[in-house]
């Protein structure tokens, strides 16, 4: 009998652990990548990380869906912008992660972008933000930005917009002069 106690010991602590890590559901991150960019979702925190490597446009980005915020950084502008995401448009963390698993061959609806205009004060805690963003932006400026409403005319230099685009859902515009470049 003392001969059977042993292995089945054995087998509870490393089976255990080893069906622990089965059952991961939205804890699990999830790698994927879309053209361009390379995409890390962290589900359980409420968190996506982009790396978009088109060589017109290169940018990282984190979307922190936990306090609906934005924040990007500009390599051709050598600084950040954090904004807050409009629920109401921004792909749910759901989509991303759908498209990524390729779960659905749904085609989502192209938008017609959302612009914002680079507010001149620069933040001065990032910490507060959190790591990930903290981590990205720590060696550059940062900057808040305001999602300008849909439909109002302002006198906005087009050249001075930086062009994002997350997966196929959402384009954006990040525009206005940032001060002491």
Request: aromatic letters at 8%; a negative charge; glycine letters at 6%.
């Amino acid at each position: 009998m003392k001969h059977l106690i042993v292995p089945s010991i054995l087998v509870v602590l490393f089976l255990a652990p080893c069906l622990a890590l089965m059952n991961i559901s939205d804890n699990h991150p999830l790698d994927g990548s879309v053209g361009t960019q390379s995409i890390h979702v962290n589900a359980f925190r409420g968190m996506v990380s982009i790396r978009d490597n088109n060589v017109l446009s290169e940018w990282d980005g984190v979307l922190d869906y936990k306090n609906a915020l934005l924040a990007a950084k500009l390599f051709s502008k050598m600084a950040c912008v954090l904004a807050k995401m409009d629920e109401a448009v921004f792909p749910t963390l759901d989509d991303i992660v759908k498209a990524l698993d390729h779960q659905t061959s749904k085609h989502y609806p192209d938008t017609h972008g959302l612009t914002y205009t680079v507010l001149p004060n620069r933040v001065k805690n990032l910490a507060q933000f959190g790591a990930p963003i903290k981590d990205m932006c720590r060696a550059v400026p940062t900057y808040f930005a305001q999602q300008q409403k849909e439909g109002t005319a302002l006198a906005i230099d087009p050249d001075s917009c930086f062009e994002i685009q997350i997966l196929s859902f959402l384009g954006l515009s990040i525009c206005g002069e940032i001060p002491g470049l």
